[in-house]
């Protein structure tokens, strides 16, 4: 079963390799968003099966882009993804799992499926 995540962050550095990175996951499809409103809209059109979203982002940062996916689909499964040192309360928004940048990118694509419970 092909699962697809999209992967939003305003760093399109960060969107490559972390794409790049989960995409050696067998049976996942990424797609890649730039921003939040972009986020919001690609998740409304259905497909999206998980998402990996930026805290800190222009316009739409990802406390913002969490609530309105929650309001379109509260079942989609969301990690969050920061760079911030202090990341109290960024579980309390509702997301699945708070990962920090910078990540590994051998071991971030197990540390998803592990998160989601998704066999890889």
Do not use: Q
Request: proline residues 5%; contains cysteine; aromatic residues 4%.
């Amino acid at each position: 079963m092909t699962r697809t995540v999209l992967v939003v962050d305003d760093d399109p550095d960060v969107r490559e390799v972390l794409g790049l990175a989960l995409s050696v996951v067998p049976d996942w499809r990424i797609e890649t968003a730039s921003d939040g409103r972009e986020a919001v809209r690609r998740c409304g059109h259905g497909g999206v099966d998980a998402v990996v979203l930026d805290v800190e982002m222009p316009g739409y940062d990802g406390r913002r882009t969490l609530r309105e996916l929650e309001a379109a689909n509260a079942a989609l499964p969301v990690v969050l993804l920061t760079a911030a040192a202090d990341t109290a309360g960024l579980l309390d928004l509702g997301a699945l799992a708070v990962l920090a940048k910078p990540f590994d990118p051998l071991s971030i694509g197990l540390t998803l499926a592990r998160l989601l419970r998704w066999d890889a």
